[in-house]
């Protein structure tokens, strides 16, 4: 059985969505920007993903911008804003969870004269409102704090983030790239400025994105050429993308709701039976979390084998984040929320999608727990097995806990 959960990192494209794309690579061409009949085709499919991205995430069409990615959008986001605005502060708050698409954005940002806050958050990876508003001062110009974490799926209290960003008149930001098509996400309710999503990680194509920019956010841009995007982003529309992002929109607004209560399921069926495994623990919020996402603890194994050895068994899932990988550096995120460096070297993450099933998730319950008592077998740490039985009992993370 091939059973893939790392939904997080990816998606696979819905068949709907590649269905709606084709056209668009070869019979109807042309460029949206032209003005005869041949490229209206284009320019209407366009503006009709435009409207489907905004009716996804309550926003008008007007405010969307299509980017190539999240990436982009997180840094026309942080870098535009930003520049945008240094002549009323110089001062940008974000927290130390972030995705690196921000985090490296703010640092090369310190390098050009702006300073930044990297704000700590609790055990379950939550940004404190009251330590942000202690943060801010008069030369603040940007908040940007993630909706949900893309490792551990805690889902962070924007709308209160929101309320101090307005009451002082500091615009915020939101990478959303990991909560859309998970959970409802209402641009006007929650009160941002300004909203990054991706559409790979919603059953869409990669290499497209968009950030949605509220009417009078003070931005600038950071490419230059014709125009495009109502000036925010020259260069010829990226037309298959754009179609195959409103077609994943579109689906992710008739079926979130039954998509999401489907994947929180299976989460929890794959929470209950893994925490039965000795000295494991789950990380991140247990009730502010993502239906898809969950991240495991295992003591006293390395990520990286744990991740081979279900490959192994067509078992696909991840130790973190996709962007950050291949570095064997701990886990910032799990740095961030307090664990150790040897804990964050056992974690895995497992990230659901629509086409996962029970079987599936019975099938990796089947074997998650062989391959932690194989490779705890070959482990160098097997004999500090008692000592941590002693530190869970003081209060450390512990297994055997159903928190669903």
């Known amino acids: 059985m091939k059973v893939y959960l790392d939904h997080a990192a990816t998606t696979p494209v819905d068949k709907r969505v590649l269905e709606a794309m084709l056209p668009y690579f070869s019979d109807r061409y042309g460029n949206p920007s032209s003005i005869y009949s041949f490229s209206n085709e284009a320019h209407e499919a366009v503006e009709k993903a435009r409207g489907s991205v905004a009716r996804l ?43 690196p698409a921000v985090l490296n954005t703010c640092k090369w940002l310190e390098t050009r004269g702006f300073e930044v806050t990297y704000l700590p958050v609790d055990r379950e990876g939550l940004v404190s409102p009251e330590k942000l508003e202690s943060e801010l001062r008069s030369g603040t110009i940007l908040i940007s704090v993630m909706h949900a974490n893309n490792e551990i799926g805690t889902i962070e209290p924007i709308e209160e983030i929101a309320k101090l960003a307005r009451e002082r008149g500091i615009c915020l930001h939101t990478d959303a790239v990991q909560s859309i098509g998970k959970i409802p996400v209402d641009v006007k309710k929650m009160g941002v400025d300004l909203l990054s999503i991706s559409a790979h990680k919603i059953c869409g194509p990669k290499g497209i994105g968009a950030l949605y920019v509220r009417k009078g956010t003070d931005i600038a841009p950071l490419a230059h050429g014709g125009g495009h995007e109502h000036g925010m982003r020259s260069g010829t529309e990226n037309v298959p993308g754009i179609v195959g992002l409103g077609k994943a929109a579109e689906i992710a607004h008739a079926e979130m709701k039954a998509d999401s209560e489907h994947m929180a399921r299976l989460r929890n069926r794959l929470v209950d039976g893994a925490l039965k495994i000795e000295n494991s623990w789950l990380n991140g919020s247990t009730a502010k979390r993502l239906p898809n996402n969950a991240n495991f603890g295992f003591g006293f194994i390395e990520g990286e084998a744990l991740v081979l050895e279900l490959d192994f068994n067509g078992i696909y899932a991840s130790t973190g984040s996709a962007c950050s990988s291949k570095s064997l550096e701990p886990s910032h995120v799990l740095r961030a929320i307090g664990l150790p460096p040897e804990q964050c070297h056992g974690s895995l993450r497992m990230t659901l999608g629509r086409e996962n099933s029970a079987e599936e998730i019975d099938y990796v319950l089947q074997v998650l727990p062989k391959v932690v008592g194989k490779l705890r077998e070959i482990s160098p740490f097997k004999k500090d097995f008692g000592d941590y039985e002693k530190t869970l009992g003081k209060g450390g993370h512990g297994g055997h806990a159903h928190v669903y």
């Open 57 to 99: 995430i309550g926003a008008e069409p007007s405010e969307m911008i299509f980017t190539s990615g999240g990436t982009e959008a997180d840094n026309l986001a942080i870098q535009g804003t930003a520049f945008a605005n240094r002549h009323k502060g110089n001062h940008i708050v974000t927290s130390a969870i972030e995705h």
